[in-house]
């Protein structure tokens, strides 16, 4: 298999660690286009002209930032992660980015060119288990970007189990309130 070549079963990864300063970095594609399908708010995401700005847990530090670009449906890795959403991403260019929280480049992101996506954003805070574990490298958050050509979709809140989702997705909980009634 060439280095060029991405399957689900082994997807291209791109795996970074950066500084939160502020609770959020960016997926940029560099154009003035507005995701058709993402509402320009939408909690853990917001779709502005050109990018995608993707928010991290306020208490972090630093994020652990993986994207992976497969050619078909991802490893399901939702149960590892605190809070889970998914929707239809359209790429304009095939040619993205993730930017740190003051937009400077983390690394290339090369999808198979442009089109419609599905996205899928994963987020755990890591800050607990550093804790218990005594290790000392501050609070740490972990979040995982997963593409795969798709149609596009609304919005899915897949998981939200962790304080950070249920800040940004409150109806979640709401739901689960409701639903215990």
Excluded at 167 to 178: D, I
Aim: proline share 6%; charged share 25%.
């Amino acid at each position: 298999m060439s280095a060029g070549d991405v399957t689900a079963a082994h997807p291209a990864r791109i795996d970074r660690v950066l500084d939160a300063q502020h609770p959020y970095f960016y997926l940029s594609e560099n154009t003035t286009l507005i995701n058709p399908r993402l509402s320009t708010w939408t909690g853990m995401v917001t779709a502005a002209s050109g990018k995608l700005k993707l928010q991290v847990p306020w208490t972090a530090k630093q994020v652990r930032v993986v994207t992976e670009i497969c050619d078909g449906g991802p490893e399901e890795l939702i149960e590892h992660y605190d809070d889970v959403i998914e929707f239809g991403y359209r790429s304009a260019t095939g040619s993205a980015a993730v930017l740190d929280w003051s937009q400077t480049l983390m690394s290339p992101v090369d999808l198979p060119g442009p089109g419609d996506y599905c996205l899928r954003y994963h987020v755990r805070d890591l800050s607990r288990e550093s804790e218990e574990a005594g290790i000392e490298r501050g609070p740490m958050a972990e979040a995982l970007v997963q593409l795969w050509p798709s149609k596009l979709s609304e919005k899915k809140e897949l998981r939200i189990t962790g304080t950070f989702g249920n800040f940004w997705h409150p109806g979640s909980r709401l739901r689960s309130v409701w639903d215990g009634l």
